[in-house]
């Protein structure tokens, strides 16, 4: 982080400024480039780590999932909660009239 912000400092001090024809060149040994794709991965890596933390780390209300909840068939498949065994309901134009009246 610091070294991309010295980086975007060098081309703003020199009026240069940061654009897409200049944003790879390499100036003190590292490019602005690369600072970004760090900054964007470093952004999904803590996002997915603190999700996942979410989920297994214990809390005062709410169930805690098991720590290997994301190997799971049911989480991966879609299988959860309500999967195959849920019935459908049919209702005809009279059952529903009936319930909508009360």
Excluded: H
């Amino acid at each position: 982080m610091q070294l991309t912000a010295e980086n975007f400092a060098n081309y703003e001090g020199s009026f240069i400024g940061v654009q897409f024809s200049n944003m790879y060149v390499t100036v003190n040994n590292y490019s602005f480039l690369v600072g970004l794709v760090m900054l964007i991965f470093a952004f999904w890596f803590w996002l997915l780590l603190g999700l996942y933390l979410d989920a297994v780390l214990p809390k005062t209300f709410g169930d805690r999932l098991p720590v290997f909840f994301c190997c799971m068939r049911k989480y991966c498949c879609g299988g959860g909660a309500g999967g195959n065994n849920v019935e459908e309901r049919r209702f005809d134009a009279e059952t529903i009239e009936r319930r909508s009246t009360l």
